[in-house]
């Protein structure tokens, strides 16, 4: 059973820049053909897809966040990792990490069948 876990600050400063790791158990993030995915969830609103780092180590990320986004991955700890940088209190949200079905759309949400607890970030200072 794939079990995945984040971890980070809770409350970011304005401008900062926002830094998550998520820790997978029960299974590779080298296998193919997952993509590994962080998604968002602002109060009030719908879950964003943000970016996806997939079993090869390629990345893709949303248009909307790609010029303030970067996923990594450090394969020897099974970790990958966000961050988003210039945040405002605009990206306030629940933060989610999440394995793909498979090699799918890695874009819609509705394509990931393993999730995170998700994790609350505040942007406030």
């Known amino acids: 059973q794939v079990q995945l876990q984040e971890s980070g600050p809770g409350l970011v400063k304005p401008s900062q820049t926002l830094s998550l790791t998520c820790t997978v158990s029960g299974g590779s993030i080298t296998t193919s053909y997952y993509g590994w995915s962080w998604i968002r969830q602002p109060p009030g609103k719908g879950l964003e897809w943000m970016g996806v780092?997939?079993?090869?180590?390629?990345?893709y990320y949303s248009p909307s966040l790609k010029s303030r986004t970067s996923i990594s991955r450090d394969t020897s700890k099974n970790q990958f990792s966000l961050q988003l940088s210039s945040v405002t209190p605009e990206d306030t949200a629940v933060y989610y990490c999440?394995?793909?079905?498979?090699?799918?759309?890695?874009?819609?949400?509705?394509?990931?069948?393993?999730w995170g607890q998700g994790t609350q970030v505040t942007v406030s200072s």
């Open positions: 999440a394995r793909s079905k498979g090699n799918s759309d890695y874009e819609r949400v509705d394509e990931y069948n393993y």
């Open positions: 780092i997939a079993y090869d180590g390629s990345t």
